[in-house]
Every structure is written in C-alpha cells, then in structure tokens.
C-alpha cells in the first residue's frame, strides 16, 4: 500500500513493535519469563527475542558457560511462539555492548520499532554504559522493576519519555539467589523451568563460590 506525501509515494509500511530481552540469564528464571510477558502484553509487543549476553560488561558472580546459558533460556522460552532467542551477543567477540546489539537490529530491520527489556538494577549505572545516548535514539527501555518496585533516588533515567518501568507480578526472584540456593543444595523446583533445573542439575553449575 502507498500513501502520498506532496507529490511523492511513499510506502506505509506496519509497525513491529519488537522486545529484545538483555541479560546474562545466569541462570534464567521465571521472574524474567513473567516479566518479558508483562512486558509483550503492556507494549503491544509482536515478539520478545532474548538476547543472552556472551560476556557481561561488568561480570558479576560466577558466571555459566554462555553456550549453556543460552540453551537453558532456549529450553525455557520453547513452549511460547511469541519468545524468540538470538545468538547475536554470543558470536560476537568482547563485552556485550546494548549500542552495538541495537545498531545491529536497527540496520538489519529498519522497519523495527525496538523496545530493550533489561532489570532495574542494569541500568542503574546507565551513564557508564557505552553511548547511552545512541541507546535511547535506537530504542526505548523497559525497566523491569521487582516487589517492592522501590526506585532508588540513584535511578539515572527517572523522567525521560523513552523510559519505562515494569512492575512483574508477584516474583521477587534473581538468579543470584537460585544460584545461591544450588550451591546450598536447596530446592529451586518452582523457581526457574524444570528442563532449566535438569541442565544445572546435569552440568554441575553453580556450586562453587566465586561471588
Ligand atoms: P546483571 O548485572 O547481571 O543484572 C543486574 C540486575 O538486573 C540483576 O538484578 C538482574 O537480575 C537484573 N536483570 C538483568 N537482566 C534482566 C532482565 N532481562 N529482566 C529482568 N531482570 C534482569 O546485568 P547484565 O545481565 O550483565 O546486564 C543486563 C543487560 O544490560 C544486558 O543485556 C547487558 O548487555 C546490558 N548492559 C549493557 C551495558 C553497556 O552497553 N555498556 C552495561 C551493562 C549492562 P537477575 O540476576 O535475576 O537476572
């Protein structure tokens, strides 16, 4: 279809409204799946495409293999249509920069309107990430924010329009605390998806201290 513009014809051409779901998912958790479907219904999002980090910026805890990372959020997300999983992060050398990840989509689907799902405690430090600025131009951000969805006066990005915070129902959980239950030999059955819990279980993950 064409609509004109002056004397020009233009293509119009429908919106995707596209999450893309940072994070190092050491390991994935329902919180996280609770919140990027908060976040597809609130948003009107066409798709959540996860995007596990190869190396985190600021590596904090003991960190997976990022192969088994992202299939246990492969496992995790197989039964949603909606839930994609991308390997961009994972194939690229280095530190996982967002500005990168989102020039990327931004020039290989021009016709995105993208939308980055990352925890509130993420972005904290928004200031130190790398052009922040060129993050914002590219996409808007989806703050997930837990029980007690307090915002910390620290929070750098209160008050900007491209800015959204999430609030996901009742799930207080992080990944540092199912990590700290495995090391501590505790249940995590409920927690994080069962084919999730039978990789950690198989690969040993998560029982040394290196936090
Ligand atoms: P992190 O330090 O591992 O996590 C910080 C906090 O945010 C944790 O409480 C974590 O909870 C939560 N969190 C992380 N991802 C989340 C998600 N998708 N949904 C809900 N909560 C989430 O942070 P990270 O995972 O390394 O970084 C998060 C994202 O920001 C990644 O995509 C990363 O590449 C990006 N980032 C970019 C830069 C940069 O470009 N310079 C700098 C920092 C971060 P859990 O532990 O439960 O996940």
């Known amino acids: 279809m064409n609509s004109t513009i002056g004397k020009r014809k233009v293509p119009v051409t429908a919106e995707h409204r596209i999450g893309l779901m ?7 958790h329902y919180g996280h799946l609770a919140a990027a479907e908060e976040a597809r219904e609130s948003f009107l999002l066409e798709r959540v495409i996860f995007l596990p980090c190869s190396q985190p910026v600021w590596p904090k ?13 492969a496992l995790a997300i197989a039964e949603n249509k909606t839930f994609t999983c991308s390997r961009l992060e994972l194939e690229r050398s280095g530190p ?4 990168d990840t989102l020039r990327f ?3 290989s689907h021009p016709d995105w309107r993208l939308f980055f799902i990352t925890g509130l405690d993420a972005v904290l430090e928004f200031g130190s990430w790398r052009d922040p600025e060129g993050v914002l131009e590219l996409a808007e951000l989806l703050v997930v924010t837990r029980p007690p969805y307090q915002i910390p006066p620290s929070f750098p990005l209160s008050g900007n329009l491209r800015v959204h915070l999430i609030r996901t129902p009742g799930l207080a959980l992080s990944s540092s605390e199912i990590r700290d239950r495995v090391r501590s030999g505790r249940s995590i059955r409920y927690l994080v998806p069962p084919l999730v819990a039978a990789t950690i279980a198989k690969e040993n993950l998560y029982q040394e201290r290196k936090e």
């Open 105 to 107: 989509f931004h020039a």
């Open 61 to 73: 805890g003991e960190l997976a293999d990022a192969e088994i990372r992202f299939s246990m959020v």
């Open 96 to 99: 996982s920069y967002t500005a």
């Open 22 to 28: 940072g994070g190092a998912f050491n390991p994935v």
